[in-house]
C-alpha cells in the first residue's frame, strides 16, 4: 500500500518552462490537495478536489492550474514557471471532509 | 478563513525533558491534525483529534474544541524527536470546510 504518490521528487526549471506534477493515491480517497511550502512557512493550500471531476481554489491558486483526471490522480501544471513558484509541493488526500489527511513524499521544485 | 497560530515557534530541549506545544484556531473544526516535519521533509501523521485525548507511546494530544485549543505533549523527548510540528485545522463551514489549514509550525531541536 504505497499512500500517497508524487512524481518526480526533484525538478529544476528555468523561467518560463512549463511541466506538471504528478500525484496518485491508493486508498479509495475522495478528496485531494495540493500544498506549497516556502522556507520556514507552514503550508499553504494551492488547489483542492472534492471528488472526480470537481476542483477549487486555495488560498495561493495563481499561477497554476489543477486536473482531477479521475479518482486516483490529481495533477499541478505550472503553464509558465517563475521563480516565485520555487517551492516543495505537497500533495495530500482523505476520505472525504473532516477526516484524516494523508501526505506524498513532496516535490522540490527550483525555478531559475 | 479560520486562524492557526502555534506557540512557541522555536524550542531547544536536552534529551530526555518533557514539553508542551500549543495550536490555537480562531473557529469551530471539523478537523484537527498534529504533524512531524522530520529533517527530510517528510510529513508524518502524529494525531487525527477534533476533539478529546489521544496517546500514542511517548506522544500525547488533547484538543478542548469548545475552547478552541489543542495541546500536543512529548514526553522524555528523543533526538530523533527533532523537526517540526505543525497543527492542521479544517473548519466547519464556510470557505474553510473541507481543506486543512496550517499553523506555522513549532521548530524543536532536541540535543543529546
Known amino acids: 500500500n504505497a499512500g500517497v504518490t508524487q512524481t518526480p521528487k526533484f525538478q529544476v526549471l528555468k523561467t518560463g518552462q512549463s511541466m506538471t506534477l504528478q500525484c496518485a493515491q491508493d486508498m479509495n480517497h475522495n478528496s485531494m490537495y495540493w500544498y506549497r511550502q516556502d522556507p520556514g512557512m507552514g503550508l499553504r493550500l494551492i488547489y483542492y478536489s472534492a471528488s472526480e471531476g470537481t476542483t477549487d481554489k486555495g488560498e495561493v491558486p495563481n499561477g497554476y492550474n489543477v486536473s482531477r483526471l479521475n479518482k486516483r490522480e490529481f495533477s499541478l501544471r505550472l503553464e509558465s514557471a517563475a521563480p516565485s513558484q520555487t517551492s516543495v509541493y505537497f500533495c495530500a488526500s482523505s476520505s472525504r471532509e473532516g477526516t484524516e489527511a494523508f501526505f506524498g513524499q513532496g516535490t522540490r521544485l527550483t525555478v531559475v | 478563513g479560520i486562524q492557526v497560530e502555534q506557540s512557541p515557534p522555536d524550542l531547544i530541549l536536552q534529551e530526555g525533558a518533557n514539553s508542551t506545544l500549543r495550536c490555537n484556531f480562531s473557529d469551530s473544526v471539523n478537523n484537527l491534525q498534529w504533524f512531524h516535519q522530520n529533517p527530510w521533509g517528510q510529513l508524518i501523521n502524529l494525531f487525527y483529534?477534533?476533539?478529546g485525548t489521544k496517546q500514542n507511546g511517548r506522544l500525547s494530544a488533547t484538543t478542548v474544541a469548545t475552547e478552541r485549543y489543542s495541546l500536543l505533549y512529548i514526553s522524555s523527548s528523543q533526538t530523533t524527536d527533532s523537526g517540526v510540528y505543525f497543527c492542521?485545522?479544517?473548519?466547519?463551514?464556510?470557505?474553510?470546510?473541507?481543506?486543512?489549514?496550517f499553523g506555522q509550525g513549532t521548530i524543536l531541536t532536541v540535543h543529546p
Open positions: 483529534i477534533p476533539s
Open positions: 492542521a485545522v479544517e473548519g466547519l463551514g464556510g470557505t474553510s470546510y473541507g481543506k486543512l489549514t
